[in-house]
């Protein structure tokens, strides 16, 4: 049971994004997207799906190019830079996990060589890869050692670091937040921008909160930072994991999304819907 990928529905979805959630910059292959489940070639032609579907309807196509070897990392640069994608991203290896933050920077830059025109940004997930560096020792002197440096998405709850990694921008450096449920502190921080699995479907809302806190009303902001807090810690309350969030996907866009592949199993149908229903009612809908 391979659970192939559909392409078929990635156009579809580009619409349900940019008119349903007003989202118009992706991430593509990171974590939701189950990147590291799946091979090189699969990988490729999403990438190639995204940036065609995408083309006069998104803003900004970031690509996550990290693997565990360094050389199917760069295979995928090159693609990236091929397909027309406007960014790429890497995470750190995880089986063997670099022994220090320079060891991961020499790996960054490595990738980065073969993409040297693509904005390059780290992608910081410590949960998930097991790498407890530092983001802040990553990124020391890395502007020097990777001329494409462009910031870091920094997933982690740690806004000592994330503080850290902002007072030592260079000045064209982005951040970009991806702890849904505590993002208006590190919009408090310094964060340029947000990237988490929760906006497939709470987009709109991060959306508003972002103009709110522009316009300075900081009281709205903080309305729908604890509707969005109410939402996740219900869901996280009856087991959030990727799966739960790809099911929440299928149910707020109504397409076929698909579970995820193994080693991953798919989520309780149920629980995403009442979690679904939890979203509704927090957010006052119907
Ligand atoms: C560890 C992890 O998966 N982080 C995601 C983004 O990177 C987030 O979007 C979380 O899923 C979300 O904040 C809920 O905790
Ligand atoms: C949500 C997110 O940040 C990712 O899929 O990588």
Known sequence: MS?????????????????KQ????VFVNGTTGESVSLSVEERKQLVEEWCQKGKGKLEEVIVHVGCSSLKDCQELARHAVKAGADGIAVISPSFFKPP???????????????????????????SMTGVHLLASDVLEGIDEMIPSFRGLKFSGSDLLDFGQCISCNPGHWTYLYGMDEQLLAALAMGA???????????????????AALDKGDLAQARTLQFQMQEIILFAMKNGFS??????????????????PRLPLLPCDVAKAQAVAQKLHSALGHQ
């Open 3 to 19: 659970r192939e990928v559909n392409l078929s529905v990635i156009g579809q979805y580009v619409d349900y994004l940019v008119l």
């Open 192 to 210: 340029d921008g947000a990237v988490g699995s929760t906006y497939n479907y709470m987009g709109s809302t991060v959306n508003r909160l972002l």
């Open 100 to 126: 220090n933050a320079a060891a991961l920077r020499m790996f960054l830059q490595e990738v980065a060589a073969v993409a040297p025109a693509l904005p390059f940004y780290y992608y910081h997930i410590p």
């Open 242 to 259: 990727l799966a739960m969030n790809k099911q929440m996907m299928c149910e707020l866009s109504g397409l076929p999304l698909g579970p």
């Open 22 to 25: 007003g989202v118009r910059k």
